[in-house]
């Protein structure tokens, strides 16, 4: 299974920009990048997914290397709220699988006000 | 829009026994997944139903099984518990089961403690 790498935890000012990083050099090239974050006490939430050029959301930006085999999510200002573990999946087609979510242990991100 | 609902939300049971946990899918979406949480780690995948039938399964052993019904509710049964089934049960409903652009929407889960 593709895996990914992702920074232990990082720490950020509230109304600041937020980079999270997240290494998949194994990535296939039908491999879609997903972020979800888990507030505590909460299931994970989905945050946004993209394949090949950035994207951006309500919540979020997804900034995907040319080679696809880093991808940095982007908080354009941290708010309290968005204290949380941030998880960089790798979603795939296999036939047994069925396309399920494969999580690490994800990036805790602290906001301080 | 009704989201992912899961009940109960907290249950503590005693090694040997069985428990089933129950989860409403997200309005529309007709494929449910599972998932295990131990403290401090991701989830964990566990099954999927997909037109309640299991169409994907994880590393886990027989004794955890589920049951999807027509109204794509879903089941999670576990026998003979020990005491490392202990975590948060996730359960996860999307519009396909296999679509990788497809997100998955999450209940906030069940605390099993197995004691």
């Known amino acids: 299974d593709a895996k990914t790498t992702q920074p232990n935890s990082m720490e950020s000012n509230e109304e600041e920009p937020v980079h999270l990083p997240c290494n998949h050099s194994?990535?296939?090239?039908?491999?879609?990048i997903h972020w979800y974050r888990q507030l505590p006490s909460q299931g994970p939430e989905y945050v946004i997914h993209g394949l090949t050029s950035n994207v951006n959301n309500r919540m979020a930006s997804l900034a995907i290397a040319e080679d696809r085999k880093s991808s940095t999510l982007i908080l354009h200002r941290a708010t309290l709220r968005d204290a949380a573990v941030y998880y960089c999946i790798l979603r795939a087609f296999y036939g047994g699988s069925q396309g399920n979510l494969i999580f690490g242990k994800g990036t805790k991100l602290s906001v301080k006000p | 829009e009704t989201g992912v609902t899961q009940s109960p939300t907290h249950l503590i049971k005693t090694r040997g026994q069985q428990v089933t946990l129950r989860c409403s899918s997200q309005?529309?979406?007709?494929?449910v997944s599972w998932y295990q949480q131990a403290l401090g780690q991701g989830p964990q995948f566990i099954f999927q139903y997909y037109r309640e039938e299991e169409n994907g399964r994880g590393n886990f052993p027989p004794r955890f099984s589920g049951l999807q019904f027509p109204n794509y509710s879903s089941e999670l049964n576990v026998n003979a518990l020990e005491l490392d089934d202990s975590a948060l049960y996730l359960c996860a409903s999307s519009l396909d089961p296999g679509a990788r652009n497809s997100p998955l929407h999450f209940g906030n889960g069940t605390r099993l403690t197995v004691t």
């Open positions: 194994t990535i296939s090239g039908t491999d879609y």
């Open positions: 309005s529309g979406h007709n494929t």
